[in-house]
């Protein structure tokens, strides 16, 4: 505020000082007396200013500044009126006048000693050299906003100055594009300041965070400025749709000016010319990068198919014993590990930092966990179920409640073929906590069945057809021996179990076979088969009958 007061005192020697000999003494309105007056008032100021020491000339200076802003309202008021003294009221304008182009002209110099006092500045004075050239650039501001409207006044009062206008319309667009490339200059700089704060070292923290915090406040101040500019040249009739766009690529601010038609369509100029200058510069370096893009997933693909085989072969040794899906799961993987390596270094070939795209996978990773935590528990059961190898494709089991033929394995579920014909896709998490039973694993199974003759039949000659029956079979296996005993007496039968062995393959054949065989030789021997019956006795109609005879 000071500096501005000096402005006053610059400007009020010349001006006031004149209309203190000059003023008219005839009698007056009242707001012609009161502008009068404190033209008289802000020269005996100005007197006193001159007289006046430490904080008391701070406060005379105050006083004049406020005063000479009370002239300007009643200037405004008077010009809005068609019978106001003209001859007074453009003499009065016309020192405003002489007061703005004086003040422009400090304000001009002292801009630029600001600056130099920022850049020459250390970093713990930066912010004081900061805040000084700040207020220089508001001041200058305001005092343009004065001009224009000195200029208009006079045009209200049949003295327009084209020339002066003319002269003022220059030197905003000039101050807009100045202010433009600043805003750009210091908005980069900012970027580049918290990238080296990113990378910087421990010891280099301190420092840096003080270069950003400088940096923001000078793009803060940037943008101020030129969004005060903006305004002003809006109200001269300069077309600011170029400078609007700057803004609202720097800082992201969304604001009505955007709906203008001219700012859309020169934004998006803008960024078709620079997607154009960008695509020319990196178009051969592009075509280029994807090339060898291309290049490098098609060598890892084929690469990924010959490790395949590699391991296919491999893991189907006879000596290995291995499930198939085991088998399954290694040749999988090495061929997914194999072809993402690959893609990975693919993705640095073409400029990608890799760290970031590491970092999101692992996130990525665990909030997948969370939301599919049953699919993990399957997957965890899967790789239990091939490490232990219950089972395998083939084999017959019965295994999460379902009996059937394993149709398929994966690391999440099993495929089960029933004997109807139908395929069920079971969890490995269900057939892990249940009990598994194998049914084809073992190449040799025991056959049991159990036969019963009636208590009134030879038990030996029964026991000697259950022998020939056996022993008769081609698929009963002779080692181990079959067995053939008397077993249980039951209440209505003798029962024999008979425990041939076969091959796992003829299971059912021999079961059916020596069922069949068993029913018709028992029946040509004349031995009989029990089965449950009853005898009913009624006692009640023998003693009626006997009672109807006497």
């Given at each position: 505020m000071r500096f501005l007061v000096l402005i006053l005192l610059l400007v009020s020697s010349l001006s006031f000082a004149e209309s203190k000999a000059d003023a008219p003494k005839l009698t007056a309105p009242p707001q012609v007396e009161q502008l009068l007056q404190l033209s008289s008032e802000i020269s005996s100021l100005i007197d006193e200013s001159e007289k006046a020491k430490g904080s008391s000339k701070d406060v005379v200076r105050s006083q004049i500044l406020n005063k000479n802003d009370e002239v300007r309202d009643i200037l405004a008021s008077l010009i809005a009126k068609k019978n106001s003294d003209k001859k007074l009221l453009l003499e009065q304008v016309n020192k405003q006048v002489i007061f703005v182009k004086r003040a422009n002209k400090y304000l001009d110099e002292k801009s630029i000693i600001d600056q130099d006092a920022l850049d020459k500045a250390k970093d713990a004075d930066k912010l004081v050299a900061l805040k000084s050239l700040e207020e220089t650039r508001n001041f200058s501001t305001m005092v343009i906003r004065q001009e224009w409207q000195n200029y208009q006044w006079l045009e209200k009062l049949g003295e327009p100055s084209p020339q002066a206008v003319k002269d003022l319309t220059s030197k905003v667009e000039h101050r807009l594009e100045f202010m433009s490339a600043s805003l750009i200059f210091d908005s980069e700089a900012l970027e580049l300041a918290k990238k080296q704060l990113k990378s910087g070292t421990e010891g280099e923290t301190g420092s840096l965070q003080l270069t950003q915090v400088l940096t923001e406040r000078l793009v803060e101040s940037d943008t101020e400025t030129l969004e005060q500019l903006i305004d002003v040249a809006d109200q001269i009739g300069i077309d600011t749709a170029e400078f609007k766009k700057v803004l609202f690529e720097q800082t992201g601010n969304v604001t009505n000016d955007l709906l203008n038609s001219k700012v859309i369509w020169s934004i998006a100029s803008g960024w078709t010319t620079d997607f154009k200058d960008w695509l020319l510069a990196n178009l051969p370096q592009l075509i280029f990068k994807v090339f060898i893009f291309v290049l490098i997933i098609f060598a890892f693909r084929t690469l990924k198919n010959i490790v395949r085989k590699m391991v296919k072969k491999a893991v189907s040794a006879k000596n290995l014993k291995m499930t198939m899906l085991m088998q399954e799961f290694f040749i999988s993987m090495s061929g997914k590990i194999v072809f993402g390596i690959g893609l990975l270094i693919a993705l640095s070939q073409v400029g990608l930092n890799l760290a970031p795209v590491l970092t999101g996978f692992g996130v990525a990773g665990i909030i997948v966990g969370f939301a599919l935590q049953d699919t993990l528990a399957n997957f965890a059961a899967g790789v239990m179920l091939l490490i232990y190898r219950p089972f395998d494709v083939g084999d017959l089991v019965e295994a999460g409640g379902i009996t059937g033929k394993v149709s398929h394995m994966s690391l999440v579920n099993?495929?089960?073929?029933?004997?109807t014909n139908e395929m069920l896709m079971?969890?490995?998490?269900?057939?892990?906590?249940?009990?598994?039973?194998?049914?084809?694993?073992?190449?040799?199974?025991?056959?049991?069945?159990?036969?019963?003759?009636?208590?009134?039949?030879?038990?030996?000659?029964?026991?000697?057809?259950?022998?020939?029956?056996?022993?008769?079979?081609?698929?009963?296996?002779?080692?181990?021996?079959?067995?053939?005993?008397?077993?249980?007496?039951?209440?209505?039968?003798?029962?024999?179990?008979?425990?041939?062995?076969?091959?796992?393959?003829?299971?059912?054949?021999?079961?059916?076979?020596?069922?069949?065989?068993?029913?018709?030789?028992?029946?040509?021997?004349?031995?009989?088969?029990?089965?449950?019956?009853q005898d009913v006795h009624l006692h009640m109609v023998e003693k009626a009958i006997e009672s109807n005879k006497a």
């Open positions: 099993t495929t089960i073929k029933t004997f079971i969890p490995n998490g269900k057939i892990w906590g249940d009990i598994i039973k194998n049914v084809t694993h073992e190449k040799v199974r025991r056959v049991d069945m159990v036969f019963g003759i009636g208590y009134s039949d030879d038990v030996e000659k029964a026991e000697n057809v259950l022998n020939e029956i056996v022993a008769e079979h081609p698929s009963v296996l002779r080692s181990p021996e079959p067995t053939v005993k008397l077993h249980t007496l039951n209440s209505s039968s003798v029962d024999f179990v008979v425990r041939p062995w076969a091959k796992t393959d003829d299971y059912w054949d021999v079961y059916w076979d020596i069922t069949r065989e068993v029913k018709m030789r028992f029946d040509r021997e004349g031995i009989s088969i029990p089965f449950p019956q």
